[in-house]
Nanobody, 119 residues
């Protein structure tokens, strides 16, 4: 049905940068919200950033000014540029898409990509 595949995670030093990518495929309505969530060890999954199909964005306070979410609607891609990374950013990052098909809400997740910020 719908598939999301993340890439770009890895090990980076504090202060460094990473760019995460998510490729979406399948029957996804053009009006949707795509976002990045993360889950650190022993913590709940939290919203990092989200972007609607018309370009409205929302960021967690902890990443404002450091992370930038963007999307390419034609390519069904969403990106997360992460700058000034901190050890607290270490987590598994998940790509998400949600939308309404008629009156039914649909939500899909990627498999996650590990981001580790450490010296």
């Amino acid at each position: 049905q719908v598939q999301l595949v993340e890439s770009g995670g890895g090990l980076v030093q504090p202060g460094g940068s990473l760019r995460l990518s998510c490729a979406a495929s399948g029957s996804i309505l053009s009006i949707n919200t795509m976002g990045w969530y993360r889950q650190a060890l022993g913590k709940q999954r939290e919203l990092v950033a989200a972007i609607t199909s018309d370009g409205n964005t929302n960021y967690a306070d902890s990443v404002k000014g450091r992370f930038t979410i963007s999307r390419d609607n034609d390519k069904n891609m969403v990106y997360l540029q992460m700058n000034s990374l901190k050890p607290d950013d270490t987590a598994v990052y998940y790509c998400n898409v949600n939308f309404r098909r008629f009156w039914r809400r649909e939500e899909y997740w990627g498999q996650g990509t590990q981001v580790t910020v450490s010296s």
